[in-house]
């Protein structure tokens, strides 16, 4: 058992007996909507136990497994042990248990396109009477797919979507959960911790509505001169600390060779305490020289840290004329700890969900230009907090893991290597053409040869 969880023992037989009730008989129950055309037509329906008018959470998963199929309860197997000690541990209540498919496939298989078509009017019933729910809960692919249209798990765990059933949250399968016990990430986390988590930020969803953290207080946005001036005072004093600045920007393209790419804003923390957001696309047009020379004086007399700063210090660079010199990019740090496993995308918003409590900020990319100004502002910061809390927990990895080896191997080659990087990017490299040219005759006569 792991720590902080709590054992439950599902009373399988008092469950069975809401079933009947529900139901109405004990024998096997076939129903109409789409069953003719089933390929699991004739076969145990498998439906939830609670009352719907009453329920705050319905769990969506696939199909029933065989103990399900044999009970006529969904998730009392050993998967659905697990799911229903989590839903204890988070102490979530009024839970409507179902599956996509009512009938257990052959072998447990995955269903197929057909027997989740022929089930698609059953589960939309089940979600139609749920008047009163709050918050859907997709475990897995096909519940997730069927929900949402986002059917990739792994990417999508742990973030709320809206769609025309209510909010959904996506989250694993029970049965991978069980099934990968003993595979963990550099924070030594098991799909069990992650499972569990979501599950408590769904309980946390249900109290305060809310997907995301607030970071309201610590936000300071530059609309004016003075504002201008603060900012550069406060830098000023900052600068002293030694602390890094996290930085992001957000842009119209993410083509930096684009002629009609704009920075719509731009945000820079204060360590983690504090973040100054310049809205460029929303400030008064004689304002904006103004601002841009003083993010470069920001950016260029600071300690920085960005998420993909190859992008990041191409746009500090280009559209402010900043000269930088030291970049921590934490995307690097986190594919030096992680980038043989292969377990989580490397998107900063994933690495958010996953390593910090800043929740589902995000939005996708094609929404970007539409947002409002305070929109646009709470996602910019959000961005760049999470940068600097992302570069000092991977740092406290690596020296846990691998200790000043590692510590020095990034600053001193890795760092080094991304800042020359950038600018043969932006310079250019010399080519000795003349060269290249023998160079491609020697080798075509090889090939003559060979040939």
């Not at 991978?176 to 016990?181: A, E, I, M, P, W």
């Not at 406060?234 to 009609?260: A, H, I």
Request: one cysteine or more.
């Amino acid at each position: 058992m792991r720590k902080g969880f709590i054992a439950v023992k599902t009373d399988v037989k008092k469950l069975r007996n809401r079933s009947m009730l529900r139901s109405g008989t004990h024998q096997k129950s076939v129903r109409s909507f789409g069953c003719s055309e089933c390929p699991l037509k004739g076969r145990r329906v498998v439906e939830g136990t609670a009352a719907l008018a009453t329920v705050d959470v319905v769990v969506v998963g696939e199909a029933p497994g065989k103990t399900e199929e044999e009970l006529g309860i969904p998730f009392v197997g050993k998967s659905g042990q697990v799911l229903r000690e989590v839903l204890k541990y988070a102490q979530l209540e009024n839970v409507y248990i179902t599956n996509v498919v009512k009938c257990r496939p052959d072998r447990n298989e995955t269903p197929t396109p057909l027997m989740i078509k022929c089930c698609k009017s059953r589960l939309e019933d089940e979600l139609r009477h749920a008047v009163n729910k709050k918050l859907i809960v997709a475990c897995g692919d096909i519940a997730t797919e069927w929900l949402t249209k986002h059917g990739e798990v792994t990417q999508n765990r742990g973030f709320f979507r809206d769609t025309e059933y209510g909010k959904v949250m996506i989250t694993f399968h029970p049965v991978y959960v069980l099934r990968s016990l003993n595979v963990t990430d550099v924070l030594g986390n098991d799909p069990l911790n992650y499972f569990s988590h979501d599950f408590r930020r769904a309980k946390e969803f249900l109290t305060t509505r809310k997907v995301c953290k607030d970071i309201t207080e610590r936000v300071q946005v530059v609309k004016t001169s003075e504002d201008v001036q603060n900012m550069l005072d406060s830098f000023s004093v900052f600068s002293q600390t030694g602390e890094v600045c996290g930085v992001d920007f957000e842009t119209s393209s993410l083509d930096m060779f684009d002629p009609q790419m704009y920075v719509s804003s731009v945000a820079i923390t204060q360590g983690k305490e504090k973040v100054w957001c310049v809205p460029f696309k929303f400030l008064e047009p004689s304002l904006v020289e103004v601002a841009s020379r003083a993010v470069q004086k920001v950016l260029d007399t600071n300690n920085l840290v960005m998420h993909n700063a190859n992008f990041d210090m191409l746009v500090a660079h280009m559209k402010f004329g900043c000269c930088l010199k030291s970049v921590d990019d934490t995307m690097i740090m986190y594919y030096l700890l992680d980038g043989s496993r292969g377990h989580s995308s490397k998107r900063l918003k994933r690495l958010a969900m996953d390593w910090t409590d800043y929740g589902d900020y995000g939005v996708e990319y094609d929404e970007l230009l539409g947002l409002s100004e305070a929109r646009l502002i709470d996602y910019n910061c959000k961005d760049a907090l999470v940068t600097v809390e992302l570069r000092e927990k991977f740092l406290h990895v690596m020296q846990s893991a691998w200790g000043e080896s590692m510590i020095n191997g990034y600053n001193n080659v890795v760092k080094p290597a991304q800042l020359l990087l950038f600018w043969a990017t932006v310079n250019g490299m010399k080519v000795d053409v003349a060269y290249g040219i023998q160079l491609l005759k020697d080798l075509q006569g090889k090939i003559k040869v060979i040939g």
